[in-house]
């Protein structure tokens, strides 16, 4: 039995996180969150018809018994960022929010000096906050130090489905982070999902690699077993890789020759 | 002096531009296709004849590109037009004041009556579309009309007149998401010619406002040019180029580029120069290669089957069912059109277009507490 993952109070049996945009209909979607077994999926809260009772997207997401985490996608700073977590928070009964502030509308890459300033309004309002961030490990300590609940560093670029271009980064995360560190951005394959496993982080979320993929569900099935694959393989402990075969001790054969 | 785009367009000339257009050969466009990124020459390989024999290979790649950037979904809204007044002539245009076309600005109780009408056929992205006649359709209209129809549309863009910095900031104030200004034309002579009366007859006041926008903190900046008034490569050139400058300086701001082709007006003029639709394919497709994030807009100005197929080769963006007419909704369908609607099916047929096509239509991608905060906190 695997340990489980807890983020605030909450356990979930899923290391797999699903994003909620980019798919080509509301049936594809939900058919990609019954294969990947996931038991939260972020959506925008731009995205949502707050006034209208039958949103497509909520209303399908609503009947499963998955967790919403709604998100700010589309702030560009923490006042609209905090703006847009309260009225989450009111409209959907959820005091979860995974705090996106990207300015930058072409890379989507996070401002970390927003982020952390929003993450400590949020926190002290009650608020189970997840950050998206850089893989910046100093960022991850003064985020956990304003009370964030977890911390989702990016792979690489937003959609890029580029892999884990920060892994090193993300290790020195994983090594000194408290709390659950959850690979965010740029996981564009199952081997990439279980990459992020193998080395400890806690859980993956993906979102273009599932949603823009000719078979949302098939690939989704398969995300969810890299990831249990990957995390076994941290919990058993990865065997050493060496580069090249065991050298016959070039630097220490004198000692034998010295001593009898 | 701060800069604008004018020092950077100062640097080119239209003829220079051209003649390097002439010069590209097959190998410039292989070479543009093998690239990861693409720079502006690259773009101006993409767009020009020589190109034209891979338009299959750059359609397959934008529409991966595009699939993957913003996923396989089609952004919706509509227009909403407030007046057709205008002091401006403009020769291709149906609201010319030399145009002996009936004048109407709409009321309060109109402008409510026709947002209601557009939201009711499901939109929640309006677009509001005037003349320029600024004594009697200015800032402070726009304003109201904004405040107006916010608790009706979430997302509200506005494609009016040129305005100054501060205006631009005080639509922010009342949620409006985004501004599209189309130069028309980087061809400074030619502009004068096509504009010989009216406020809109200074090139410069109008190549600035981008920057005015950018300035102001308004999320998102629309351009593009009227296909067709001059040579389109070097036009979208031009506008690639302008594009370039506003994203390294306005960083925060979004881009999007629309495509109108000229079409019949009543009292316009035929186009100088012939886009096919075929063109139009290319210079979507070589927007896409160049810059994958860019939102590509199409109107109903184009016919069905070319929007059938948009969504595919890299349009993001459409209208639907649109009326170019102050209260063609509901208040007065029967008044005169800026240009002619080539693509005339209900929202519905839209749609089912829009799913048979394997994509899903997007109504709401904007939430108005993001409209209005300062830029820094």
Given at each position: ?260 | ?377
């Amino acid at each position: 039995m695997q340990n489980m993952l807890n983020i605030a109070d909450h356990t979930f049996d899923s290391r797999l996180f699903l994003g909620t945009g980019k798919f080509n209909s509301a049936q594809s979607m939900c058919q990609a969150i019954d294969a990947s077994r996931t038991q939260m999926v972020t959506v925008a809260l731009k995205r949502i018809d707050l006034d209208s009772h039958n949103d497509d997207i909520l209303e399908h997401i609503q009947r499963k018994a998955v967790r919403l985490l709604p998100n700010t996608a589309g702030a560009r700073n923490a006042k609209e960022a905090v703006l847009a977590a309260q009225l989450a928070r009111e409209a959907l009964q959820t005091n979860w929010i995974k705090l996106e502030i990207h300015p930058d509308p072409r890379y989507l890459l996070p401002d970390p000096i927003e982020t952390l300033l929003a993450c400590e309004i949020l926190a002290k309002d009650g608020f189970i906050v997840l950050p998206y961030i850089h893989a910046d490990p100093v960022l991850c300590k003064r985020l956990e130090e304003v009370g964030t609940s977890a911390v989702m560093p990016l792979g690489s670029p937003i959609g890029s489905n580029s892999g884990l271009k920060t892994l090193d980064f993300l290790r020195i995360i994983i090594e000194q982070s408290t709390i659950p560190v959850i690979v965010d951005a740029g996981i564009g394959s199952p081997s990439d999902a279980a990459l992020a496993m193998e080395i400890g982080a806690d859980a993956v979320l993906v979102n273009t690699a599932i949603a823009s993929s000719s078979n949302p569900a098939l690939i989704a099935d398969a995300f969810a077993m890299a990831t249990i694959a990957g995390r076994k393989g941290f919990e058993a402990g990865l065997a050493p890789r060496y580069n090249k075969a065991v050298a016959s001790s070039p630097f220490t054969k004198f000692l034998q020759q010295i001593t009898p | 002096m701060e800069r604008t785009f004018n020092d950077i367009l100062d640097k080119y000339e239209w003829e220079d531009v051209k003649e390097k257009l002439a010069k590209i050969t097959k190998d410039d466009v292989v070479n543009a296709l093998r690239k990861d990124k693409r720079s502006l020459t690259d773009f101006l390989a993409l767009i020009s004849p020589v190109a034209a024999p891979y338009i299959e290979t750059m359609a397959a790649m934008s529409s991966e590109l595009t699939a993957q950037r913003f996923g396989k979904n089609i952004q919706l809204y509509a227009p909403l037009y407030l007046s057709n007044e205008c002091n401006n002539i403009c020769t291709y245009c149906g609201f010319s004041v030399d145009n002996g076309i009936r004048r109407r600005t709409l009321s309060p109780p109109e402008i409510m009556i026709e947002a209601q009408t557009v939201r009711s056929m499901g939109f929640q992205h309006i677009l509001l579309v005037s003349g320029e006649a600024t004594q009697k359709v200015g800032v402070d209209y726009f304003i109201k009309a904004a405040r107006q129809i916010s608790d009706v549309f979430p997302q509200i863009s506005i494609e009016v007149q040129p305005l100054d910095q501060d205006d631009y900031h005080r639509l922010s104030e009342v949620n409006v998401n985004a501004v599209l200004v189309y130069q028309e034309t980087y061809h400074r002579q030619a502009y004068k010619t096509y504009h010989p009366k009216g406020k809109k007859s200074n090139f410069d006041y109008r190549l600035q406002t981008p920057d005015r926008i950018g300035k102001a903190g308004i999320h998102k900046v629309g351009l593009g040019v009227l296909l067709g008034l001059e040579d389109w490569r070097i036009d979208s050139f031009f506008t690639a180029l302008h594009i370039e400058y506003l994203q390294q300086t306005y960083w925060r701001t979004k881009y999007a580029v629309s495509f109108p082709r000229l079409r019949p007006a009543a009292g316009a003029a035929k186009p100088n120069f012939d886009m096919s639709e075929r063109d139009l394919v290319q210079l979507i497709c070589a927007y896409r290669l160049w810059h994958p994030d860019l939102e590509l807009s199409l109107s109903t100005r184009e016919h069905e089957a070319f929007r059938d197929h948009a969504p595919l080769f890299g349009i993001t963006s459409m209208s639907a069912a649109s009326k170019t007419n102050p209260g063609g909704y509901s208040v007065e369908p029967q008044s005169l059109e800026q240009f002619e609607i080539s693509d005339e099916r209900s929202v519905e047929v839209i749609i089912q277009k829009i799913r048979d096509a394997g994509y899903q239509p997007v109504w709401k991608d904007w939430q108005p507490e993001y409209a209005n905060a300062p830029l820094h906190t």
